[in-house]
Structures are given as structure tokens and as C-alpha cells.
């Protein structure tokens, strides 16, 4: 039987599945090659080592999430709460279909410690900064500059704890607890 072959976003697609469910540093090469049911010596035709593939995936994560979910909060077609309510939803879509979390959270506290911060800490901020940019475009329609950006930061901390409690109890209300007081945010008054 011919080997099929594997296009590169095969390879990303699959490597991500790996990666959020066991981690960076407890994935192998050989872990990848199975999943992706091609040869170790694949890998290197596509990527120079580990570390370069899980740069990739990243950026594909990153790019992902700007352009399909915080997206929503610079449609100008909807209000702020519609926009803060399309981004929960959009959160939940992914969120709740993926084993292992948030692949940028996980990686931060796997891998910054390490001093591994050079190979993946530029595309994580980005990542990170693109999602208190989000909600802080939706709160500064209704609060002042500096209070949208301390609920947007407090926003995402909240999502990602949020994410975190519901992989280890294995249950979804602690997600959606964190997006459903990320939206109240809106309606808090300014102090």
C-alpha cells in the first residue's frame, strides 16, 4: 500500500491536539510521528526541530483567534454588548470542544520558567495582548481608558483561570462563570 502523504497543515492540526493534551515537554517526536502516521524524519523536512513546530502552531493559534474570534470586537454592525456576547459565544465554540485547554495558556506556564521565553514568548504576548485589546476596545465604550483596561486584563486572567478550573473538574460552568462575569464587566459603573 502507498503512503499517503501529509501536508504540513495536517501535521500542525494533529501536532496541536498533541501538544494541548499531553504538553510540550512530555511530547516526543515519535508521539507526533504516530499521531500523524508519517516517519520521524518527516518532521525535519517540514520543521527543524520540535521547538520550531510548536512556534508554528502558535502563530496559527494566534492568527486564529484574532481574525475569528476577537475579530468580533471591532464589528462596528453591533453595540458593545452584542459584540462582548458574540465573543463569549465564540470562546465557548472553542473552549468546550477542546481536550486539554487554552494551548497558549498551557504553554506559558510550561515552558516560560525554563527560559524558553525566546522561542515562544513573543507570539503568546501577542496572543495574550490581542485579548485585553479586544475587550478593552468593547469596555472603553462605556467606561473610562483606564478602567476598560483594568477589567480587560482582569477579563482574561478570569477566562483563563476559568479554562484552567474546568479542565481539572471537568466541568464547563466554570468557563462560562469566568466569559459570564467578563460580559457583567460592561454593566459595572465606573468607580
Not at 508519517?38 to 526541530?49: A, L, R
Not at 456576547?85 to 485547554?101: A, D, H, I, P, W
Not at 521565553?117 to 465604550?141: N, R, T, W
Given at each position: 500500500?502507498?503512503?499517503?502523504?501529509?501536508?504540513?497543515?495536517?501535521?500542525l492540526?494533529?501536532?496541536?491536539?498533541?501538544?494541548?493534551?499531553?504538553g510540550?515537554?512530555?511530547t516526543?517526536i515519535a508521539?507526533l510521528?504516530?499521531?500523524?502516521?508519517?516517519?520521524k524524519?518527516h518532521?525535519?523536512?517540514?520543521?527543524e526541530?520540535?521547538?520550531s513546530l510548536?512556534a508554528?502552531i502558535l502563530?496559527?493559534?494566534?492568527v486564529?483567534?484574532?481574525?475569528r474570534?476577537?475579530a468580533?470586537a471591532i464589528?462596528?454592525?453591533?453595540g458593545p454588548?452584542?459584540?462582548?456576547?458574540n465573543?463569549g459565544?465564540?470562546l465557548?465554540?472553542?473552549y468546550?470542544?477542546?481536550?486539554?485547554?487554552?494551548?497558549m495558556g498551557n504553554?506559558v506556564?510550561?515552558?516560560?520558567?525554563l527560559?524558553?521565553?525566546?522561542?515562544f514568548?513573543?507570539v503568546l504576548k501577542?496572543?495574550?495582548d490581542?485579548m485585553?485589546?479586544?475587550?478593552?476596545?468593547i469596555y472603553?465604550e462605556?467606561h473610562t481608558?483606564?478602567?476598560?483596561?483594568?477589567?480587560?486584563?482582569?477579563?482574561?486572567?478570569d477566562l483563563?483561570?476559568?479554562?484552567m478550573?474546568?479542565?481539572l473538574y471537568?466541568d464547563?460552568?466554570?468557563?462560562h462563570?469566568a466569559i459570564?462575569r467578563?460580559q457583567?464587566?460592561?454593566?459595572?459603573?465606573?468607580?
Amino acid at each position: 500500500m502507498p503512503a499517503q502523504k501529509t501536508s504540513k497543515e495536517d501535521i500542525l492540526k494533529k501536532a496541536l491536539m498533541v501538544f494541548r493534551k499531553q504538553g510540550y515537554h512530555a511530547t516526543s517526536i515519535a508521539d507526533l510521528s504516530k499521531v500523524c502516521d508519517i516517519p520521524k524524519s518527516h518532521f525535519y523536512y517540514y520543521f527543524e526541530n520540535k521547538e520550531s513546530l510548536m512556534a508554528e502552531i502558535l502563530q496559527v493559534v494566534e492568527v486564529y483567534f484574532r481574525e475569528r474570534v476577537m475579530a468580533v470586537a471591532i464589528d462596528p454592525s453591533l453595540g458593545p454588548h452584542e459584540r462582548l456576547e458574540n465573543l463569549g459565544e465564540r470562546l465557548k465554540k472553542v473552549y468546550k470542544s477542546e481536550t486539554g485547554g487554552c494551548i497558549m495558556g498551557n504553554t506559558v506556564l510550561e515552558t516560560m520558567h525554563l527560559g524558553m521565553d525566546q522561542a515562544f514568548a513573543p507570539v503568546l504576548k501577542s496572543f495574550f495582548d490581542g485579548m485585553i485589546e479586544a475587550l478593552h476596545i468593547i469596555y472603553q465604550e462605556v467606561h473610562t481608558e483606564e478602567i476598560a483596561k483594568e477589567m480587560a486584563e482582569a477579563g482574561v486572567q478570569d477566562l483563563q483561570g476559568g479554562i484552567m478550573l474546568m479542565q481539572l473538574y471537568d466541568d464547563k460552568h466554570y468557563m462560562h462563570a469566568a466569559i459570564q462575569r467578563t460580559q457583567n464587566r460592561l454593566l459595572t459603573p465606573n468607580p
